[in-house]
């Protein structure tokens, strides 16, 4: 699975200069974002932009009624016009979520995994790409697409991710899936951290630490 986990703190005060309505959002920190957690994501409400809570991991109207359905946290970008679950979402249900970094775990020779924090050379926002869709609960899921450069040497997928200035576009599109195939991902730094991450409940500032 990718992306699994990431990290968010001070959302409300790092999108201040973007966000025209902020619909609950606290200036809480979450170092340890996990699936079917209520986290921030950014959508458009008419010509603005608003701030809310989604859940993360979308579940599909056809798969309601079965139990061990697992929610879909990520959505592939080379395949969403195939998918009928995100064919419909990429024209009219398009969101972004602010995140510091996130996790990706690299496998040794040996098979072991060892958590890698990811995040913008310059210490800026990301934003990620998504989908979102009001369901029984409300839920996001984050685009991904092929791993590229130094990358690949942790994992073989990554989030989309936009930048700041890049958001109205990709929200506003006319054609989104030109939009993103068409896209650069900002340039990203990764270092390995603890174990402690594997844990979605340790939740606590020296999960970004080097290990």
């Not at 608003?50 to 395949?79: C, Q, V």
């Not at 060892?114 to 210490?123: A, D, G, S």
């Not at 993103?180 to 991450?197: A, C, I, K, M, T």
Request: with cysteine; proline share 5%; charged share 25%.
């Amino acid at each position: 699975m990718m992306c699994g986990r990431y990290a968010i703190s001070k959302v409300v005060k790092k999108t201040k200069k973007i966000i025209n309505i902020n619909e609950g959002v606290e200036d809480s920190d979450n170092y340890n974002a996990y699936p079917t957690q209520l986290l921030p994501i950014i959508k458009k409400d008419g010509d603005i932009l608003m701030m809310t809570n989604y859940h993360w991991g979308l579940i599909p109207k056809w798969s309601e009624k079965m139990s061990d359905f697992r929610p879909l946290n990520n959505a592939r970008l080379e395949t969403l016009m195939e998918k009928r679950t995100f064919s419909g979402l990429i024209a009219k249900q398009r969101c972004v979520v602010p995140a510091d970094g996130y996790y990706e775990w690299r496998k040794n020779d040996e098979g072991k995994k060892f958590p890698y924090f990811i995040k913008h050379e310059q210490n800026e926002i990301l934003f990620f790409s998504a989908l979102y869709q009001k369901n029984t609960n409300l839920e996001f899921s984050v685009i991904t697409t092929e791993a590229k450069g130094t990358i690949l040497d942790i994992h073989h997928r990554m989030p989309v991710i936009l930048r700041e200035v890049e958001i109205e576009n990709y929200l506003s599109s006319k054609d989104p899936i030109a939009f993103l195939n068409s896209h650069q991902n900002p340039e990203l730094v990764f270092y390995e951290v603890g174990r402690d991450v594997n844990n979605p409940s340790n939740n606590f500032i020296g999960l970004l630490d080097p290990a």
